[in-house]
């Protein structure tokens, strides 16, 4: 396993999405940070240096939606990529969490197979602008 410095900050609420999503990126040689709430998620951008947000969009305190905008009004993080993971898979799903200002969206149930080359085909997007 090797550290390739990449840190991600996955919000979510439910234990058991952190936790896979953390094994998976992990044994890629990602440091993943985890938020299950707001507030909390914005303590970790204070404090560290995020390269790629992983977003649930259900929430209990505040919806994905909200908290990407608001997150995405802030100049020191606005260029920090969004991904919403969700399970909302309806039409306009998708289009909705473009519009509340993610960069890419996956759907639940997480693919882990595909997880880690997702994630890498956003953070080096971010790299290259």
């Known amino acids: ?3 390739n410095g990449r840190v991600i900050l996955y919000i979510e609420d439910n234990p058991d999405n952190r936790s896979l999503v953390r094994r ?8 993943v940070l985890e ?56 039409r306009g799903d998708k289009e909705k969490s473009l519009e ?9 149930p997480i693919d882990i197979d595909l997880l880690s080359q997702q994630v890498e085909r956003y953070i080096s997007r971010r790299s290259n602008v």
């Open 24 to 31: 998976v990126l992990s044994a890629e040689g990602y440091t």
């Open 1 to 3: 396993m090797s550290d």
């Open 35 to 90: 938020a299950p709430q707001a507030s909390q998620a914005f303590l970790k951008l204070e404090s560290e240096n995020i390269d790629l947000i992983l977003m649930d969009i259900n929430m209990p305190d505040m919806d994905g939606y909200t908290l990407t905008a608001k997150i995405k009004q802030i100049e020191k993080y606005k260029h920090i990529p969004i991904v919403a993971i969700t399970a909302n898979v309806m």
């Open 100 to 108: 509340a200002g993610c960069d890419g969206y996956i759907q639940k």
